[in-house]
């Protein structure tokens, strides 16, 4: 039982310590079960961290298989890195999948740099000071880690056709967001930036009807993002392209399956079936 302590103090003080690079979080929230499924990654990975970031992607997805989906899991006040690799929801996968092989290709899988890429990917500048330095929307996302390059939108180069983002969903029900309600001042912060989000130019979809045609400009590891047409929202759901043999299909954490799994229907099925699709973009892992 002493040693289980001393193992957790030890945990705590890592996740609370700076980086003497001055990057890495000051306010981590985590478990000591997230540092054991994390050196639990690095070993499965050792053998394959010289893939290319789209493969090593998909095969961190794939590590993830069966995890518990639970929605919710950074709403913590105050804001701070929630690092939660027990349970996930579509983004959270997909910033840890990110993450971790940024990680692995740095050179030193270290929790702690883990820790350091997962708050520059999922802030907008990279640093913490409150709920709006969070990239809410996956449009913005896609827009600020572009900025980093760590990612590319390739929508418009497999065929995608321009299309209208334009979004206020937050900033319409803050009542549904309990940092909103607690801190009324902050709607208007998230206001300005939807404002901004939908003045910018150049977003593309590729619409439902043209999947078919498309599928062959999309590789493994591209993150799949499923643009919406419920009024005020731009991106959904999120997923992982994972080809099984000719099928184009995605590893997603599914709030119907309940966990992280591949998705079993074909990516234009999957599509066709849910009827607030419109159509997807396609953002390629740098």
């Not at 890495?24 to 010289?50: G, L, N, W």
């Not at 709403?75 to 579509?90: A, Q």
């Not at 000071?129 to 180069?157: A, C, P």
Request: aromatic content about 8%; overall charge positive; glycine content about 6%.
């Amino acid at each position: 039982m002493r040693k289980r302590n001393v193992l957790l103090f030890l945990l705590l003080l890592l996740c609370r310590a700076g980086d003497s690079r001055g990057q890495a979080p000051t306010s981590v929230h985590c478990t000591e079960e997230d540092r054991v499924i994390f050196d639990r990654y690095v070993r499965a990975m050792k053998t394959k961290q010289t893939l290319p970031p789209g493969e090593l992607i998909t095969e961190t997805a794939l590590f993830f298989l069966e995890t518990p989906y639970v929605a919710s899991t950074l709403e913590k006040e105050p804001e701070r890195l929630v690092v939660n690799l027990r349970e996930m929801d579509c983004t959270t996968l997909v910033e840890t999948c990110l993450a971790l092989v940024h990680t692995l290709k740095s050179g030193q899988p270290s929790f702690e740099t883990y820790c350091r890429h997962l708050q520059r990917i999922r802030y907008r500048d990279g640093a913490i000071r409150d709920y709006t330095d969070r990239l809410h929307y996956f449009s913005d996302w896609i827009y600020e880690n572009e900025r980093k390059g760590l990612v590319r939108d390739m929508t418009r180069q497999i065929d995608g056709k321009p299309c209208r983002i334009s979004v206020s969903w937050m900033s319409a029900h803050p009542e549904s967001y309990r940092q909103l309600k607690s801190h009324p001042r902050w709607v208007e912060v998230i206001r300005r930036k939807e404002e901004e989000i939908s003045a910018r130019k150049g977003y593309a979809m590729i619409p439902e009807a043209s999947l078919a045609a498309c599928d062959g400009g999309m590789k493994n590891g591209d993150l799949v993002c499923f643009v919406t047409r419920i009024e005020g929202l731009d991106i959904s759901h999120l997923g992982i392209i994972c080809r099984k043999g000719e099928v184009l299909n995605f590893i997603h954490a599914s709030s119907q399956a309940r966990k992280v799994i591949v998705e079993p229907r074909s990516l234009a099925r999957y599509v066709a079936d849910i009827r607030t699709n419109a159509g997807v973009m396609i953002v390629r892992p740098e």
